[in-house]
């Protein structure tokens, strides 16, 4: 007798009736938002080569793959073609949010993408921790909707330093519209966040890192309706119910040592991923000015400094949390871990899309050698779905199983600690 321990992993497979569905879906709900059949045929065509997931991503190889003689028509989509962008995600956002059942969660998080000079919009030399440390980078921060069906990327808004924001020959020569102004990180999440909500999407939590946990940003989640849990940075004060102001990190010390819990947060490929919790609770300095729209006063609700220390380590992690009706610690860690979510919807996305990757323009290269064996001298690799499935499963089962070797092996380490 074999257990077949794979059975669970390997179910989830898509069929391909399945996925032409969904594609088909996407399309429809994206048509309406180009004037010209040119412009929407050449987009479908560009989202088509995208997702071939080609080596290299950009109009030469999309064009290629996708059996136009020319790049011309995807250059002219994403260059001179009149379509709105914004229209389009906000369709495809609509559609997502749509798709994605349960419980909502909001992730606001940025990212950077390596550029060769400042000529790009916002390109400027700056800290990015995509790159580990300052370079020359577009800044971008993001939005993801987290479920636990699923998660995904619903709107984005491309950061504009002060330099950059107010230096009007760039502007004109990039094309800035004028009406797009100098703002902070924060304030953009901010407005990621109200598009959201006035689109309809109804969140339970939202969460963000350091950058983002400002008043403003806390402010703006409590009028908008969702509770939030935001990281918070060691030295920032808060107000303990003794009327005291304490950073974080000294507030943390009167959580006695009885009151921390180990909690399971995840697995990963290496084992469980645990760390031990505790809840302080603070006053709040969030609460809106004014009346509700329906003019009955803010509720004070319940805010918390909430602390996870590693299990190995004594390095701990601060984050404020605000809910209307108390909740249990156990529903913010799950909070906190969403956050993770975003940084697999970048690595995605950037390996999608191809934002670092430029146009050859030398006649010969090693990577243009390649690409013409793979295409001209060399097998093509089997297209049958049987043989693919077959290969999905056997990388599911074996990482199944590499996964429930790391669990017995920490499990192991723990008791023998």
Partial sequence: MRDQHDTTTAGPTVTHPARLALLEEVRATVAG???????RQSFWDLVTGLLMGLPCANCWTVAEAVGHRTPY??????????????????????????????????????????????????????????????????????????????????????????????????????GVPEEVMFATKPDLAIALLREAV?????????????????????????????AYVLASPANRQVTTPDQRRRTCAEAVRLVPDTAWHRMRTGTATKGAKDYEWALLAIEPDDTPTGTQPDRHPWPTGHSALLARRHRYTPKISYFRAWTPHPVPLTDLATVVCARW??????QISKRTVGLDQ??????????????????????????????IHHCSRWRRHHQATARRCHQAWNTYADQAA
């Avoid at 938002?33 to 412009?39: A, D, I, L, Q, V």
């Avoid at 969140?203 to 908008?224: I, K, P």
């Avoid at 146009?359 to 779905?385: M, N, S």
């Fill in 341 to 346: 979510h975003v940084e697999e919807d970048f």
């Fill in 33 to 39: 938002r180009f004037g010209r059949r040119e412009s």
């Fill in 198 to 226: 006035t689109a309809g999407v109804h969140a339970q939590y939202a969460t963000a890192d350091e950058v983002y946990s400002s008043r403003s940003v806390r402010t703006s989640c409590r009028e908008l309706g969702p």
């Fill in 73 to 174: 028509r995807l250059q002219h989509l994403v260059s001179r073609a009149v379509w709105d962008a914004d229209a389009v995600l906000a369709a495809v956002a609509g559609w997502v949010t749509s798709q994605l059942d349960g419980p909502v969660i909001l992730v606001v998080d940025e990212t950077g993408d390596a550029k060769a000079s400042t000529d790009a919009v916002g390109a400027a030399s700056q800290y990015s921790g995509s790159l580990g440390g300052m370079g020359v980078c577009q800044v971008a921060v993001h939005l993801s909707l987290a479920t636990p069906v699923g998660h995904a990327v619903i709107g984005r808004r491309l950061y504009l330093g002060a330099d950059w924001a107010g230096d009007e020959e760039r502007r004109t020569l990039t």
């Fill in 358 to 387: 430029g146009q050859v323009r030398i006649p010969i290269t090693c990577p243009e050698l390649q690409h013409l064996l793979a295409t001209t001298l060399l097998p093509p690799p089997p297209g049958d779905p049987n043989h």
